[in-house]
């Protein structure tokens, strides 16, 4: 059975990957601040984004926008108008609710579903999700500033400083992770759902007629890219949405949905969206673009430029079309948590939490453990093994503040998929004397000089490495 997100929630507390955000006051309604190891976590599923996308393609440009931006941004792109959810009020308990998620709920004050309630629930209306604020000391209508409910806009409106600063063509792309804000009314399920988040987006331009095409490519690459970090193929499905469920301007769109609810009875009600990849047709290059838009009813008096394209060989001009893969690294990450939760007997038949998590995603690559904490040679050599590995941009540390057994078994349950273990022979000198098995040979010890164990996290098992390997050993398996 796959883990709920109550267990993983338990997790992040007690290790120090994700707590409630201001908890000594009481706390502030789902936000959420990343630990030690949730940082490194997150950090790396956002490292092996932007690796699969700005690095091994040659088709995209990165960038990381400003989240204050321009109010006419959000009068174009349509998120004045229309950025809202349907928020309707219960009569009976005074409780909130987004209409078209209502089964996600229960009724704050009688405990009892929503939908028990329906019938005394007030007509919808429509509640813009955009966070408000001033710019500047004055307060006034003119001073008036959005956070950014999305990081995309900013690629649209610098596509033409990216086509022109880096000499690209259509087909290329731009990708951008930043901090969204989104006013939910009901946000929930941990990190499932809150009003701040982060997102990793990606704008790809291609010309119509191709973009059937493209949608179908990345619909594929991301998808995989879940697959090759963990996440298991029962848990990630593809949505087609409806006809009915695309925004106005969308021609086509599909979700990666992940199995985020498993202990809910309703099959249908155990996924929901982990990425939507949409087809925004040429909506977005249009809506920005100086001048009357025919096609989106737009009269646009305020930008400085138009941006339509002109292909640099064929003198033809079009404005792009636009596939968006739009990924939440927050989603994401609470993901991969929950495929890589694992129990399994330890050896003295309790439970042992094993968290299974990919190397290159795991907030800890190596720990490094002497064998004894009171031997000073073994502290020094661990601590400098510690230090080289470190220093060369394997995430390592050192620990001995518990018996070698346990330093293991809290390994396990943090993802560290590596322990190196510094004992007598790794020092040249075989075991103490008071402990010394017959069987050390002084030949055979001097074989083992300068070599330590390395425990692996899923098979427990133990191989001898030359500290000099070292290095190698986990840059092979530590890259996805
Ligand atoms: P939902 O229907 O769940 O509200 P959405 O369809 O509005 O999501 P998009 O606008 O497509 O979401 O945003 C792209 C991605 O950003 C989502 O797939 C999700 O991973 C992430 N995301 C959106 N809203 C939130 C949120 N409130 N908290 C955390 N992540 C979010």
């Not at 813009?128 to 001073?143: H, S």
């Not at 259509?170 to 989104?182: E, L, N, T, Y």
């Not at 330093?407 to 075991?431: M, S």
């Not at 002084?442 to 300068?450: F, G, I, Q």
Request: charged letters at 30%; proline letters at 5%.
């Amino acid at each position: 059975a796959t883990v709920d997100i109550g267990t993983i929630v338990s997790l992040c507390k007690r290790r120090g990957f994700i707590f409630p955000s201001s908890e000594i006051y009481g706390g502030l309604g789902s936000t959420w601040d990343y630990g030690p190891l949730g940082v490194e976590l997150k950090n790396n599923v956002k490292r092996a984004w932007w690796k699969s996308i700005v690095y091994d393609r040659d088709d995209i440009e990165g960038m990381d926008g400003a989240i204050l931006m321009n109010r006419l941004v959000w009068k174009y792109s349509g998120h004045e108008a229309t950025f809202s959810d349907p928020l309707v009020d219960c009569r009976e308990c005074k409780g909130r609710f987004r209409a078209d998620k209502t089964y996600e709920l229960d009724c704050p004050r009688h405990k009892r579903k929503v939908i028990e309630c329906q019938s005394n629930l007030t007509e919808p209306r429509a509640f813009n999700l955009m966070f408000k604020t001033q710019v500047g000391p004055v307060e006034e209508e003119a001073a008036l500033a959005y956070l950014r409910p999305e990081t995309a806009q900013s690629m649209f409106v610098n596509f033409k400083n990216i086509v022109d600063s880096r000499w690209r063509k259509v087909p290329f792309g731009i990708a951008q992770i930043g901090k969204a804000f989104r006013n939910e009314i009901v946000p929930g399920n941990f990190t499932f759902r809150t009003r701040e988040f982060e997102q990793m987006e990606i704008e790809f331009f291609c010309k119509p007629g191709t973009d059937e095409d493209w949608h179908a490519h990345w619909i594929e690459e991301r998808h995989n890219w879940y697959l090759r970090y963990g996440l298991r193929a029962e848990n990630l499905r593809r949505y087609v949405q409806q006809p009915d469920e695309l925004a106005h301007y969308a021609r086509a769109c599909t979700d990666l949905q992940y199995r985020f609810f498993p202990d809910r009875e309703d099959q249908e009600k155990q996924w929901d969206e982990l990425e939507g990849i949409a087809n925004r047709t040429d909506y977005d290059l249009s809506v920005h673009s100086k001048g009357k838009q025919e096609k989106w009813g737009i009269h646009n008096e305020h930008a400085t430029q138009s941006l339509v394209y002109r292909d640099p060989v064929t003198n033809e001009k079009f404005i792009p079309y636009v596939i968006e893969p739009s990924a939440g690294a927050d989603r994401a990450t609470l993901a991969f948590l929950m495929d890589a939760y694992s129990e399994k007997p330890g050896t003295d038949g309790e439970p042992r939490v094993v968290l299974k998590l990919h190397p290159a995603l795991a907030p800890i690559k190596v720990a490094v453990l002497p064998l004894a904490r009171n031997k000073s040679e073994l502290v020094e050599k661990a601590k400098a093994i510690k230090a080289d590995l470190q220093r060369h941009g394997i995430r390592a540390v050192y620990d001995d503040t518990a018996a070698i057994g346990k330093l293991y078994a809290r390994q396990d349950e943090i993802g560290t998929p590596f322990c190196v273990t510094v004992d007598y022979d790794t020092l040249g000198i075989g075991k103490p004397k008071e402990a010394a098995a017959a069987e050390t040979t002084p030949s055979s010890a001097a074989a083992l000089t300068d070599t330590v164990t390395v425990r692996d996290r899923d098979t427990w098992e133990q191989v001898r490495i030359p500290v000099a390997r070292l290095r190698e050993f986990f840059a092979e398996r530590l890259t996805a």
